[in-house]
C-alpha cells in the first residue's frame, strides 16, 4: 500500500508564495508521473501541473510562469511551487501519482491521491 501526505496550504495575499508538498511512503519502486488538481468552489477539478518520469513539466495556461512542480526522486516528493497567487487560485489542491510496486518481479503501477490542501489567497 501506499499513502501520501499534502502540506503547504494555507491563507496567503495576493502577490504572495506558497509551496505545496505530496510526500510518498509505504511500498514504492519508483513514480512514474505525478500531477497537481485543484477544484475551487463551484467549478470542476482541473489540472494544474503534471511532470513525468524524465522530468517534463505540463502546466495549465493559468498559471504558467507562475507554478513550478518537481520533485525529490529519493524522498519520493513532489512539490509545486506556487508565486504570484492570485484570488482565483483559491481551491482545494491534490497531488495525483502514479506509483510502481514491484512485487514478485513485477511491476505493478496504481494511481493515488492526496488528501487535499486548502489554498486560499485573499486580502
Known amino acids: 500500500q501506499v499513502q501520501l501526505v499534502e502540506s503547504g496550504g494555507g491563507l496567503v495575499q495576493p502577490g504572495g508564495s506558497l509551496r505545496l508538498s505530496c510526500a510518498a511512503s509505504?511500498?514504492?519502486?519508483?513514480?512514474?508521473?505525478a500531477g497537481w488538481y485543484r477544484r475551487a468552489p463551484g467549478k470542476e477539478r482541473e489540472l494544474v501541473a503534471r511532470i513525468t518520469s524524465d522530468d517534463s513539466p505540463d502546466y495549465a495556461d493559468s498559471v504558467t510562469g507562475r507554478f513550478t512542480i518537481s520533485r525529490d526522486i529519493a524522498k519520493h516528493t513532489v512539490y509545486l511551487q506556487m508565486n504570484s497567487l492570485k484570488p482565483e487560485d483559491t481551491a482545494v489542491y491534490y497531488c495525483?501519482?502514479?506509483?510502481?510496486?514491484?512485487?514478485?518481479?513485477?511491476?505493478?503501477?496504481?494511481?493515488?491521491w492526496g488528501q487535499g490542501t486548502q489554498v486560499a489567497v485573499s486580502t
Open positions: 509505504g511500498s514504492i519502486f519508483n513514480i512514474s508521473a
Open positions: 495525483n501519482l502514479v506509483v510502481s510496486s514491484l512485487r514478485g518481479g513485477r511491476l505493478y503501477p496504481n494511481d493515488y
